[in-house]
């Protein structure tokens, strides 16, 4: 029995194919609606109930058949940085704001999809031969930078129309490159859960809004869910490069790629229940999955307003390493996406009441 | 027909950065066969079309130089599986980080160029712009399999997909310059079904970008009595509305400078006036950053014409042009070309 699990724990190509659906989308925070579709669409068939909220996530309960059942929330945001158009100037340029966690470095000579038709625009870049060696130690400011749909785009983009880098998902060997990786992964791996949920538990998968603005979403989740406990699933980065002079050691590596899924200890948001840390960490050494721990220090997740919500929530979060996240183009390794998945399987397979029924123990 | 954007896509998709461009010069060679009579490749590695003139020989020699060669990066040293890059032709950093690329190793591998965060940075860099020597180009391989696949010296050209904006407006890597190829062979398909006394010679040159090498070399063997360069210049946009910078789409540029025979400038402006071809003068002052700088100069000297396709964010992957320009450029060319007479050379002269 464990075998046929593990069997149908792979990613294969039709996972592939859901996560490059989900990739090419746009879904800018506030605007989820795209992901939102294609969420709909993948757990309305095997969820015992589906609900959109007030805010806009998708709320999706899969029973189990137990006795004593552990309610189990997973969360795992649909959201993605990427820019608003706020003006339309006379030479039928748009001036943007950005969504999220932007490094305005990421963004010269960019191409973009604007508004739910996706019109294909770039963001320019003075030609190098009008700069000076001066002006290029500065970097270009969102200010100065125009998306540019061509002479004849007319009205068919307008002030509030949402854009995203153009990216398209593309396999590279062991590799996927794709926008939004952050946090599609979790996304994928929700969908995938659902689709072979434990018994032993009540699964509740919430598919959040508005995490890249503010954990909006998950808050409003947690709540409606009231879960006896949480995993975030999320995407984090791999800061797994050589330093500058390839001498010293890179000791700030956050997560590292082909490292397996990466468990949070502590993040600038959330101390983790060492409870569900320890269960993750037993299910990977039992089932002998590849896990790492995610270096504590910044960042955060989901788990940061879950685990605060009505009387408290016994909360941690997994992620996918990934290098580049929230720029055009993220790298990530299929192998630490299917690990990630069977490691919270593995985990979830192990949920008992007695886990989280006692004190909150270090 | 030629479909003016498929031409051009195609064109796109292949790489061919300076001193490397066999694999846009094939693709040159496959439209070009048909139009022209004699295609051979110079030993610099520029392709020479020739389309024979109708007139009683000997027949004089009108060159089209446009030069094919691309800006881009090369592999400059291999860390860890990353990619140190150094460039080919003028890039600005600033643009780099993020970009979509391909690495011409032993197989074509894309990737991505990638800023490291800062704190595996000097301190000095901040928050301002990371240094080439300090960017990374990442193909999602494993540090062994890049070591296979990977030499120093390899070539990395960006691989940003062409876009469709509106009003007949593309946006993508090296339009500049094959918009001037693709003009010349609007031009060379032009000429199919007009006479035209002078033999026409089509060059596609190598290594403008760099070296100007084509652009000494292709002239000398072929020996032309007038020469038309065809290149990009800017177009307004954000960040460039001085002077040099012509309205997008709004018509061809006709340099007027040094580079350029004042008789020449004024045959290609009566022409358009003629046809009623949109055009705006393209003032270069000084040195006009095209082929026609090397051009001039071969032998004891050839008369030049400056062609200019206005074009955005120059040197960028998103560099943006309209193709309404690139067939004004074609047709200019076409018409200009049918027009040389045995006795046009004599026009060509200086005021006194």
Redesign the interface.
Request: glycine share 10%.
């Given at each position: 029995m464990t075998k046929k699990i593990d069997e149908a724990l792979k990613i294969g190509a039709e996972q592939i194919e859901l996560l490059e659906k989900l990739c090419n989308a746009t879904a800018v925070s506030g605007d989820e609606h795209e992901v939102r579709q294609i969420v709909l669409e993948a757990v309305k068939p095997i969820a015992d109930e589906v609900k959109v909220d007030a805010l806009g996530n998708v709320l999706v309960t899969k029973l189990g058949t137990g006795e004593n059942r552990v309610r189990v929330m997973l969360a795992a945001h649909m959201d993605e940085i990427g820019f608003m158009i706020v003006k339309k100037h006379d030479?039928n340029?748009f001036a943007f704001e950005c969504i999220g966690g932007i490094?305005e470095?990421?963004l010269?000579?960019?191409?973009v999809l604007v508004g739910r038709d996706h019109?294909?625009?770039?963001?320019?870049?003075?030609?190098?031969?009008?700069?000076t060696a001066k002006e290029?130690?500065?970097?270009?400011s969102v200010s100065?930078?125009?998306m540019?749909?061509?002479?004849?785009?007319?009205d068919?983009v307008k002030p509030g129309d949402r854009a995203t880098?153009?990216?398209?998902f593309?396999e590279?060997?062991?590799?996927?490159?794709a926008k939004a990786l952050d946090n599609r992964f979790g996304v994928a791996i929700l969908i995938e859960l659902l689709r072979h949920a434990p018994e032993n538990i009540d699964l509740l998968a919430a598919f959040t809004v508005q995490e890249e603005v503010g954990l909006r979403g998950a808050r409003v989740a947690a709540y409606a869910f009231d879960p006896d406990m949480a995993i975030a699933v999320d995407s984090t980065?791999a800061?797994d490069?050589?330093?500058?002079?390839?001498e010293d050691e890179?000791v700030?590596y956050n997560t590292r790629l082909?490292a397996g899924p990466a468990i949070y200890v502590m993040d600038r948001a959330t101390i983790a229940d060492r409870r569900i840390v320890n269960l993750l960490v037993k299910a990977g050494e039992e089932e002998q999955i590849p896990f790492q721990f995610r270096q504590p220090g910044g960042g955060g997740t989901d788990a940061g307003v879950i685990h605060k919500t009505r009387s408290g929530i016994p909360s941690t979060s997994v992620s996918v390493p990934s290098?580049?996240a929230h720029?055009?183009?993220s790298?990530a390794r299929k192998d630490d996406w299917e690990h990630t998945l069977q490691l919270l399987h593995a985990a979830l397979r192990r949920v008992t009441p007695d886990l989280i029924a006692g004190e909150r123990r270090d | 027909m030629i479909d003016l954007s498929e031409l051009l896509k195609e064109m796109l998709s292949a790489s061919g950065l300076s001193g490397f461009e066999r694999p846009i010069r094939e693709i040159i060679k496959k439209h070009w066969e048909p139009l022209t009579d004699e295609l051979s490749v110079s030993k610099i590695g520029s392709l020479h079309g020739l389309k024979r003139g109708q007139g009683a020989e000997p027949r004089h020699r009108v060159l089209i130089s446009a030069h094919m060669d691309a800006i881009g990066m090369m592999v400059a040293e291999i860390h860890e599986g990353l990619l140190r890059i150094t460039e080919i032709g003028g890039i600005d950093h600033r643009i780099l980080p993020g970009q979509p690329v391909l690495v011409h190793g032993r197989e074509a591998l894309p990737g991505v160029v990638v800023q490291p965060p800062s704190h595996l940075l000097p301190e000095s860099v901040g928050d301002g712009p990371v240094e080439m020597k300090y960017l990374f180009v990442d193909v999602g391989l494993r540090p062994e399999d890049v070591k296979e696949k990977v030499r120093v010296g390899d070539t990395v050209s960006y691989a940003q997909q062409p876009l469709d904006l509106t009003g007949e407006a593309m946006a993508g890597h090296t339009l500049d310059n094959r918009v001037s190829v693709a003009a010349t062979t609007l031009c060379l398909e032009a000429l199919q079904n007009r006479l035209h006394d002078w033999d026409v010679w089509a060059v596609a040159s190598a290594q403008e970008e760099e070296t100007l090498g084509g652009a000494l070399t292709s002239p000398f063997e072929i020996k032309p009595d007038l020469a038309i360069v065809i290149d990009v210049c800017f177009a307004e946009g954000p960040g460039s509305n001085d002077w040099s910078s012509l309205p997008f789409g709004k018509g061809v540029g006709i340099g007027y400078g040094p580079n350029i025979h004042p008789a020449l400038y004024d045959a290609f402006e009566a022409k358009a006036k003629a046809l009623e071809i949109p055009y705006n003068r393209d003032l270069m002052p000084k040195m006009s950053g095209t082929d026609a700088m090397a051009v001039q100069i071969v032998a004891e000297g050839i008369p030049c014409a400056v062609i200019g396709i206005p074009l955005r964010y120059m040197h960028t992957p998103v560099e943006t042009v309209s193709l309404k320009d690139v067939r004004r450029a074609g047709r200019l060319m076409a018409e200009f070309i049918a027009d040389l007479t045995p006795d046009t050379l004599n026009k060509i002269r200086w005021e006194e």
């Open positions: 030479d340029l490094d470095r990421q010269p000579g960019k191409a019109l294909p625009g770039v963001i320019g870049a003075k030609p190098i031969h009008m700069t290029r130690q500065n970097k270009i100065e930078m125009r540019d749909l061509g002479p004849e785009i007319g068919k880098f153009a990216t398209r593309e590279l060997g062991p590799s996927i490159r980065p800061y490069l050589p330093t500058w002079d390839a890179n700030q082909d290098r580049y720029t055009a183009i790298i | -």
